[in-house]
T-cell receptor, first 112, second 118 residues
Framework: TQLLEQSPQFLSIQEGENLTVYCNSSSVFSSLQWYRQEPGEGPVLLVTVVTGGEVKKLKRLTFQFGDARKDSSLHITAAQPGDTGLYLCAGYGSGNTGKLIFGQGTTLQVKP | DTGVSQDPRHKITKRGQNVTFRCDPISEHNRLYWYRQTLGQGPEFLTYFQNEAQLEKSRLLSDRFSAERPKGSFSTLEIQRTEQGDSAMYLC????????????????FGEGSRLTVL
């Protein structure tokens, strides 16, 4: 069974600080996705990383896919209260399956 | 609005009762997913459909859970003989192929149906 482990599970920081969230697996994924979820809403896709070693930037968010395609990270620079939410990494299972599995999530709280 | 819609948004029921949730996906999407989520945790995969075919079902899903997508459009998730441990948010998502005939793999989620079992 492919699993995605996220760390940390909870992060509380002050506005302006930087942070990194990690997503690790013992399995190889063809791609990994990052979603963000706000209370009372469903997750929304932020980015998909496909190529080993790939780095993608979305404003103050930087996403990296590990060279071996087993891990990914999300780095936020100068966090703002609007970044508060649940961050989820996700990947499709091995083989030709449409099953998308999620990590357990990282809850980020950014205090003003 | 052409997003994924779920009904009801909230359901409170007594232990032992049956409940049914409905999901209407984005109309051109051929894949439909059901997930269960508890507070502060990631969504747990339950099952998914491609058109009307149920292609995969989690082993965690007991026989009290059943999902259908009879015409390849909307889907229902039924939980029979509910237990307190079934209390959670049930999320539906859909995905489909783009103009080039290739799926981006992105899931579009509804706002969920929150179940409370007393």
């Amino acid at each position: 069974t492919q699993l995605l482990e996220q760390s940390p599970q909870f992060l509380s920081i002050q506005e302006g600080e930087n942070l990194t969230v990690y997503c690790n697996s013992s399995s190889v994924f063809s791609s990994l996705q990052w979603y963000r979820q706000e209370p009372g809403e469903g997750p929304v896709l932020l980015v998909t990383v496909v190529t080993g070693g790939e780095v993608k930037k979305l404003k103050r968010l930087t996403f990296q896919f590990g060279d071996a395609r087993k891990d990914s990270s999300l780095h936020i620079t100068a966090a703002q209260p609007g970044d508060t939410g649940l961050y989820l990494c996700a990947g499709y299972g091995s083989g030709n399956t449409g099953k998308l599995i999620f990590g357990q999530g990282t809850t980020l709280q950014v205090k003003p | 609005d052409t997003g994924v819609s779920q009904d009801p948004r909230h359901k409170i029921t007594k232990r032992g009762q049956n409940v049914t949730f409905r999901c209407d996906p984005i109309s051109e999407h051929n894949r439909l997913y059901w997930y269960r989520q508890t507070l502060g945790q990631g969504p747990e995969f339950l099952t998914y459909f491609q058109n009307e075919a149920q292609l995969e079902k989690s082993r965690l899903l007991s026989d009290r859970f059943s999902a259908e997508r009879p015409k390849g459009s909307f889907s229902t998730l039924e939980i029979q003989r509910t237990e307190q441990g079934d209390s959670a948010m049930y999320l539906c998502a859909s995905s489909g192929v783009g103009l080039a005939g290739v799926s981006s793999g992105e899931l579009f989620f509804g706002e969920g149906s929150r179940l409370t079992v007393l």
